[in-house]
């Protein structure tokens, strides 16, 4: 390489750097002997040097999103099995991993047995969404009342719910598991009413709906729950025995 050559790769390295490329200044002396070799043109060498930054900063993101998201990575489609969820179940995640609910604000509601797949299947379309640049986060449902209780106390709830508002899907576990006393249910409570046609929610429950008054404890904040959650929503219907039970069942017949 000729002093010349020496000096316009520094030269180069230093604009790229302020123009902060970092794969391009990365890369770019790697392709362009690729491209000497191949006889490619200046704007081909130039797309393969774009389209090489751009791979990264999108890997990047997905990366960041994912850890933002506090999603269980091991919860993926391709870990679950979708004709054990049924027909119906597996054309709705089709459609909902395309994403186009999120404009809507629309809801996702997974109800059924316990250990049917119903954490596994939303954290899976999660993951899905993420992949397509989407925000969301995953919290179990105890986890979320106690932090909306804490921010409360210090006078910081709307500043809490507030910036949950940059996620366009927010994942709540569990809903129904544990029960909750009036400030839980009254800031959960909030958390709904604010995030109502604002931005979706995509939540589990092994109750039905005739049962929730166990959660909300009043029959009016009941209905006004209610109500906002079912008026956009996809209801997702996991009518299914436990999957770990399965599991286990298999397993001990197999070591017989």
Known sequence: MSKNTDTVGARLTAHLKELHLPTVRERFEELAQMARQEDMSYEAYLLALCQSECEVRRHNRIERLLRESRLPREKTLEALDLKRLGRKVSLQVDTLVEGSFLDRCENILAFGNPGSGKTHLLCAIGQQLIHAGRRVYFTPCSLLVQ???????????????????KFDALIIDDIGYVQHDRDEMEVLFTLLAERYERGSIMLTSNLPFSQWERIFKDPMTTAAAIDRLIHHSVILELNLSSYRMEHAKKTKKEEK
Request: glycine share 0%; no cysteine; net charge positive.
């Open 147 to 165: 932090e909306l209780l804490r921010a409360k106390h210090d006078l910081k709830l709307d500043r809490f719910i507030k910036r949950l508002t």
